[in-house]
C-alpha cells in the first residue's frame, strides 16, 4: 500500500527552523517527483516546492525562495523541506505528495499524498 507520511512539523517562533521529512512507500521512488504543499487556516492548498526525479531541478514559490529547500535521498525514499527564516504567515499545514508526471505546478498532478504535518509559527 501506498503511504506518504510527514514528520518534522510543530510549534516554532518566528525566524526559527524546522526541516519537514516524508518518507515514502513507493516502490519506484526515484521514478516520482515530489512536492510540498501547504494550506494555511482558512485558505487553499498551494504550492511550496517540487523536485524532479534526478533531485536536480527545483521550483520554489516566491514566498519561499531563499529560505526553504526542498532536497531528496531515493536511497531512503525520503524527501525533505528544510524551512529556515521562518514567519507567522508560514504557519499551514504541509503536504508532502507525489507525481509520476504532468504539471508540477498543478496539485492535480499528484497521485499521492502524505497526511499532512502542522506547522506553527509564532511571532
Known amino acids: 500500500q501506498v503511504q506518504l507520511v510527514e514528520s518534522g512539523g510543530g510549534s516554532v517562533q518566528a525566524g526559527g527552523s524546522l526541516r519537514l521529512s516524508c518518507a515514502a512507500s513507493?516502490?519506484?521512488?526515484?521514478?516520482?517527483?515530489m512536492g510540498w504543499f501547504r494550506q494555511p487556516p482558512g485558505k487553499e492548498r498551494e504550492l511550496v516546492a517540487y523536485i524532479r526525479r534526478s533531485g536536480i531541478t527545483t521550483y520554489y514559490a516566491d514566498s519561499v525562495k531563499g529560505r526553504f529547500t526542498i532536497s531528496r535521498d531515493n536511497a531512503k525514499n525520503t524527501v525533505y523541506l528544510q524551512m529556515n527564516s521562518l514567519k507567522p504567515e508560514d504557519t499551514a499545514v504541509y503536504y508532502c505528495a507525489a507525481a509520476i508526471s504532468g504539471s508540477y505546478y498543478d496539485m492535480n498532478s499528484y497521485q499521492y499524498w502524505g497526511q499532512g504535518t502542522q506547522v506553527t509559527v509564532s511571532s
Open positions: 513507493l516502490r519506484t521512488f526515484s521514478s516520482y517527483a
